[in-house]
Each structure stands twice: as C-alpha cells, then as structure tokens.
C-alpha cells in the first residue's frame, strides 16, 4: 500500500475504528491493514463481514472509571426521572424524534433531563412543544462535566435513554451504569449489546421500535420493573481501566 510504498519499509499496519462501519465513508479501506482493533463485538463482526478474518482482530473496550457514588431511583410515588446525555440530532444518528416519540406515549408521570448540546437543539425544543411534553423536559445544555450536573442538580435517575441509529461504542452507557444507573437503549449494531444485560442492568429494543421502547418506558415508570442501582457497577466489571 501507499504507506508502506513511501516509507520502503515492511511495518505492521493496524485499523483501529471508532465508529459503525456500515456508516463510515471508506470503510473498505481497513482491509488492506495487517490487523485490527475493535472497539466492541459489532464492529468486529461489520469487520468480517468485509472478509477479515477473526484471528487478524482483537476487541478493545473503551475503559471506565470505578466511581465510589451510587445515583438512586427517585422515592416511591414521584416521578420517574429519565436522562439523557449526549449531542442534540433530531434524527439522523441520535434521533432524539424517537426519544421524545415514545416519552409522548407513555402513562403515568415522568421527567426528562438532558445535558447536551448540537445543531438540532432549537429543533428538538420546538418538537419537544410541538407534542405537548416541554413541560416535562428540563434542559441543561452543554456541560464541561455532566455527571456532575447529574449528582448536584438531577440527584435521582430512574434511567438513562439512548435511541441511537448507529454508534461505535457509547460511553454514556458505561459512565451511567458505573453510577449505579440502569440504561433503555436502542440494540444498534455497535456497543449496547456488548454493555447492556437486559433485566438486570437496563433493556434493549430494536432500533426504530417505538412500541418496544414504550413498553420498556410503562415498565419503569409504572414500578413494574425496578432495578438494583448498587448492583449495577458490578455488572460492568469488564470494562473498568483497573
């Protein structure tokens, strides 16, 4: 290849992704590295199916911080708190249209907190009234260190949303969970699957399956579902930079 043309050296050439294949331009690229370094078991499987083979890759997980701090549920009878932590895409990778969708659907009472900021951030506020629930929503905008926000400000999570299109490997699951918090994501093709272990530290949905997502959303909220926040640190163990 060019590289090694220029340099008239053999070296060892590594691909090292951070994103879904399937939505990156150039992607085909990576098959002319000698290895490659995966970032979760999606990204590994996008890989061979372009005709790398398992034994030439070798899944990295981004690490977390162990946190000595516990976020709890809110008390019995008030709302359920929802988060959300990331940029603003009405649709498109984020598409926080799903979020705000299917929170619009659900029974009983909620509030939802977002920390974050992007291009669509007027869009998603004029969505947000366009269905009835800004009045549910409080939002924060960008923050320098939003978990931060979430123990000073937020102070009770109930869970953290994500309705991600695509991703490489979301780290505001790993740093939520780390909290003790449990996370109702999209099951896109890289990352959540890899972190979350359904009914015990979140639930997964088929991305784009509103009915699912709400479904998810009733059970939280309703009380029938409940997670142990204490626990959840612990299942998590794998990706801790220790």
């Not at 370094?37 to 162990?66: E, F, H």
């Not at 009915?211 to 009380?223: A, E, M, P």
Request: aromatic fraction near 10%.
């Amino acid at each position: 290849n060019k590289a090694r043309k220029k340099s008239g050296k053999q070296f060892t050439i590594f691909s090292w992704p951070h994103f879904s294949l399937d939505h990156k331009k150039h992607a085909e690229c990576i098959t002319y590295a000698d290895y490659h370094l995966a970032i979760s078991s999606g990204i590994k499987k996008q890989m061979m199916a372009r005709g790398i083979s398992a034994q030439d890759i070798s899944v990295v997980y981004n690490p977390v911080s162990i946190k000595t701090i516990i976020v709890p549920p809110p008390e019995r009878d008030k709302p359920a708190v929802f988060l959300y932590v990331g940029r603003l895409k009405f649709e498109g990778q984020k598409r926080i249209k799903d979020l705000f969708d299917g929170l619009a659907r659900t029974t009983g009472e909620w509030q939802l907190h977002i920390i974050g900021d992007g291009s669509d951030f007027e869009k998603c506020q004029a969505y947000s009234r366009e269905l009835g629930i800004e009045q549910h929503v409080i939002w924060y905008g960008w923050q320098s260190a939003p978990w931060q926000v979430v123990q000073k400000k937020v102070k009770n999570v109930t869970a953290l949303l994500l309705t991600s299109a695509f991703e490489g490997f979301p780290m505001t699951l790993l740093e939520a969970m780390s909290y003790g918090i449990p996370c109702i994501s999209s099951d896109c093709m890289s990352g959540p699957r890899d972190m979350i272990k359904p009914g015990l530290n979140g639930e997964l949905y088929t991305p784009g399956a509103i009915d699912d997502f709400v479904g998810h959303l009733n059970r939280v909220i309703s009380g029938e579902v409940k997670y142990q926040h204490d626990i959840i640190p612990g299942t998590i163990e794998r990706f801790y930079d220790v």
